[in-house]
Nanobody, 115 residues
Framework: QVQLVESGGGSVQAGGSLRLSCAAS????????VGWYRQAPGKQRELVAV???????HYVDSVKGRFTMSRDNAKNTVYLQMDSLNSEDTAVYYC?????????WGQGTQVTVSS
């Protein structure tokens, strides 16, 4: 069982920045994919950014140029730097990972952007 622990959410004004972190309890196996999803009120959960073992990254179009995902393999941690935030980024952000075909989710962290 892999545990994903997120941190870094909060409230910020439009145009501001936040950095989310996701620390994984698994240190011996590298995930197939690790990334971030978000779910806004009344909307379906959507992919925000993912990175695979080959370090190929994918971002949803709405965050390209504003969000940057990175990872520190030594710390088993991935980050999501979010800049130029706007009200449409308000959501619960979930860390996601796939280890050996098994999916894991973090508990979610709230990001609220006020205009």
């Amino acid at each position: 069982q892999v545990q994903l622990v997120e941190s870094g959410g909060g409230s910020v004004q439009a145009g501001g920045s936040l950095r989310l972190s996701c620390a994984a309890s698994e240190s011996t196996i590298r995930p197939i994919v690790v990334g971030w999803y978000r779910q806004a009120p009344g909307k379906q959960r959507e992919l925000v950014a993912v990175i695979n073992r080959s370090s190929t990254m994918h971002y949803v179009d709405s965050v390209k140029g504003r969000f940057t995902m990175s990872r520190d393999n030594a710390k088993n941690t991935v980050y999501l730097q979010m800049d130029s935030l706007n009200s449409e980024d308000t959501a619960v952000y979930y860390c996601y990972s796939n280890y050996l075909g098994v999916e894991y989710w973090g508990q979610g962290t709230q990001v609220t952007v006020s205009s």
